[in-house]
Each structure stands twice: as C-alpha cells, then as structure tokens.
T-cell receptor, first 114, second 114 residues
Framework: AQSVTQLGSHVSVSEGALVLLRCNYS??????LFWYVQYPNQGLQLLLK????ATLVKGINGFEAEFKKSETSFHLTKPSAHMSDAAEYFC????????????WGLGTSLAVNP | DSGVTQTPKHLITATGQRVTLRCSPR?????VYWYQQSLDQGLQFLIQ???????AKGNILERFSAQQFPDLHSELNLSSLELGDSALYFC?????????????FGPGTRLTVT
C-alpha cells in the first residue's frame, strides 16, 4: 500500500532563506507525486506534480521538487522564501491502479519570519 | 480559481440536524472527491465518485452519504450531526479518464455544529 511521510509538521525559515520541505513515499508501483499548498481559509492548490519524464519538476511561485527513486523522496524547495509563502503544504502520492486515489501526507506548516 | 464550486461557504447548525453540501466539479471532470479537514484529524478522504458511481470509500461515517448526479455535481449529506463533525469539507475533481490525476479543490464549506 502507498503511504506518504512528511518530515516536520512545522518548519520555520527567515525571509530570503532556502525552503526545504521533506516528503518520502512508499509505493510498490511507479508513483505519481504531487505537492499542494493551502493558504489560510482557502482550499488546496496544486503547486507541482511528477508523473513521468524529467525528475526535476518546476511549479508555481518559484517552487520545485525532485523525484529521487533511490531515496523514495520528493522534497519541495524554493531558493528564497517570501512572506507570502507562509502556508500549509501537503505532499500526496497517487497509486497506479484504475482508481488512482491520492494518499496524503499530514502536512507541513511553513512559517516565514521577517 | 480552481473551477470547482462549493455551496454554502459557511453552515451553522445544531446537533442532531441534517445538512447537505453541494459541489460542482470543473468542466469536463468526471471524478469528484470529498474530504473533511479538522484541526485534530487533518485532511481525511471521505469518498470518491466517478461519472455517477461510487469509486472509493475512505473514512466516511455511516451517518454521512454522498451521490453524484447525471450533470456531475455532487452532494454530501451529513445527518445526526455531532459536535465533532465541525470541520471544513472540501470537494475536489479530476479527470482520470484523460490521464489527469491531480485534483482541483473547491474553496470548502465550513460546518459548525453547536
């Protein structure tokens, strides 16, 4: 069965610093991987996705993630944090069956300090 | 704007009551998902419908039920409400038939049970 682990339920960075949010997954089949962001009192918004092809995926708002099969990881990074990046971030993996239900991590709350 | 709409935005009701939440998926999306998000439980998958048929069930209580209509909109019915049902309820849609497995979320319905 698929599962997702997000290391660190809370991450705090200074404005302008590197953002690194960790996601590890387990999957018996090639996974499809997603990162979503949730701003306060809003729905989840797709940041980026990996399905096949290039393992470094670029998303919106300057975020990117790299699929590393050997490490079963899909960490989210941004070179320079902005105050507006403060939000909850969710990693998800989709199984390969007909259903392709998303399995969600518990989320990481990112705080950006001035 | 994800293209997924949910009504109502807010709902306040008393314990023991029954409510209906409504979701309209993005144009062309056949699959609809319902999620519950609370502070203590995080994001919980409830149920998925695909083109009118139930496709997957998650942590959905027996007091809850859902359906997807021929025009693809969906309703989530919550009955015999308890204080613990207070949460944000999200609807999401996707197009797995077109090989697009990412889900697009609506803005949510905030349910408060008093």
């Amino acid at each position: 069965a698929q599962s997702v682990t997000q290391l660190g339920s809370h991450v705090s960075v200074s404005e302008g610093a590197l953002v690194l949010l960790r996601c590890n997954y387990s999957s018996s089949v090639p996974p499809y991987l997603f990162w979503y962001v949730q701003y306060p009192n809003q729905g989840l918004q797709l940041l980026l996705k990996y399905t096949t092809g290039a393992t470094l995926v670029k998303g919106i708002n300057g975020f990117e993630a790299e699929f590393k099969k050997s490490e079963t990881s899909f960490h989210l990074t941004k070179p320079s944090a902005h105050m507006s990046d403060a939000a909850e971030y969710f990693c998800a993996v989709s199984n390969a069956g007909n259903n392709r239900k998303l399995i969600w991590g518990l989320g990481t709350s990112l705080a950006v300090n001035p | 704007d994800s293209g997924v709409t949910q009504t109502p935005k807010h709902l306040i009701t008393a314990t023991g009551q029954r409510v209906t939440l409504r979701c309209s998926p993005r144009s062309g999306d056949l699959s609809v998902y319902w999620y519950q998000q609370s502070l203590d439980q995080g994001l919980q998958f409830l149920i998925q419908y695909y083109n009118g048929e139930e496709r997957a069930k998650g942590n959905i209580l027996e007091r809850f039920s859902a359906q997807q209509f021929p025009d693809l909109h969906s309703e989530l019915n919550l009955s015999s409400l308890e204080l613990g049902d207070s949460a944000l309820y999200f609807c999401a849609s996707s197009s797995p038939d077109r090989g697009l497995y990412e889900q697009y979320f609506g803005p949510g319905t905030r349910l408060t049970v008093t």
